[in-house]
């Protein structure tokens, strides 16, 4: 059986966010991410070109041997993973697999909302795909679900200008606009792996009592569950606790950007698509 690392994809910068706490919680595999820079940002771009580029993406990451690809991606998440999964994957490898955020949250928020009002917040994409409500739906159909895209947010941290006073304009805007859809709303969700660096900015212009959750624990819960019911599948991933980072565009700029990410310092390689 030919083993090999676990691929973890993003448009950019953000996966690093999830891929963090994936390695924090499951050390021991191997993982090879990959950010397709030189297209960010996903979120503004049509179904038909998310899915193009992310099927591109999860094509490469197969021919290195991975089995399993985690799309670290809300934009991919929502717009390209169901025809890959349905369409592209039964063609391509039935072994493989390709999984993303949007389900192993959608899972388990109803367990943090007293009162079954749960605030979105993410991209254009994200929030026109309607991915969060119709899964949330599947699982607590009693919560309403209230959604506001931020399209200025990716731009500010990709900028490193979310700890600046601007940033505080655009985060307390769209803040205002989430909550005013409703009084009940206790529980907001970070859905794009961007936002948990403005977690600090969002505290400040929300009511307190309101939770606020980022992606990367719960996904990372989530991926070593799969793997414990899955054993087929996590004897296909090879364990020298290696990690490689690539990126489509300048790898002097995904170093320097990479580090607020991910915690710590990154070397990447540059990968032509």
Not at 46 to 72: D, K, N
Not at 91 to 113: A, H, M, N, Q
Not at 153 to 173: C, M, R, T
Request: proline content about 5%; some cysteine; aromatic content about 10%.
């Amino acid at each position: 059986m030919n083993k090999g690392p676990i691929g973890v994809f993003d448009s950019g910068y953000g996966g690093l966010t999830v891929l963090k706490e994936i390695v924090d919680q499951l050390p021991q595999y191997d993982y090879l991410y990959l950010g397709d820079n030189a297209r960010a940002p996903y979120g503004t771009r049509s179904f038909e070109t998310v899915y193009q580029y992310t099927l591109e993406c999860v094509q490469w990451f197969f021919s290195q041997g991975c089995s399993l690809v985690i799309l670290a991606c809300n934009t991919a998440s929502a717009k390209a993973l169901r025809t890959i999964q349905q369409n592209d994957l039964p063609k391509i490898d039935t072994i493989k697999r390709v999984l993303g955020v949007i389900r192993p949250t959608t899972e388990v928020i109803g367990s943090f909302s007293k009162t079954n009002a749960v605030g979105i917040l993410g991209t254009n994409g994200t929030v026109q795909s309607g991915s969060y409500p119709i899964e949330i739906a599947k699982f607590y159909p009693n919560i309403k679900v209230y959604q506001q895209a931020c399209p200025m947010w990716v731009p500010l941290i990709e900028n490193n200008e979310h700890q600046s006073a601007g940033a505080d304009y655009f985060v307390q805007k769209e803040m205002g606009k989430l909550l005013q859809q409703s009084p009940d709303i206790d529980t907001i969700l970070l859905a794009c792996t961007h936002y948990p660096l403005l977690m600090n900015k969002i505290q400040q212009f929300i009511p307190q009592g309101i939770k606020v959750l980022s992606q990367g624990k719960i996904v990372a819960g989530s991926l070593k569950e799969y793997l414990i019911r899955h054993p087929e599948m996590e004897a296909r991933c090879s364990k020298n606790g290696q990690l490689s980072f690539f990126t489509t565009d300048s790898t002097e700029d995904f170093d320097n950007h990479a580090s607020n990410f991910y915690g710590k310092p990154v070397k990447s390689s540059h990968l032509q698509l």
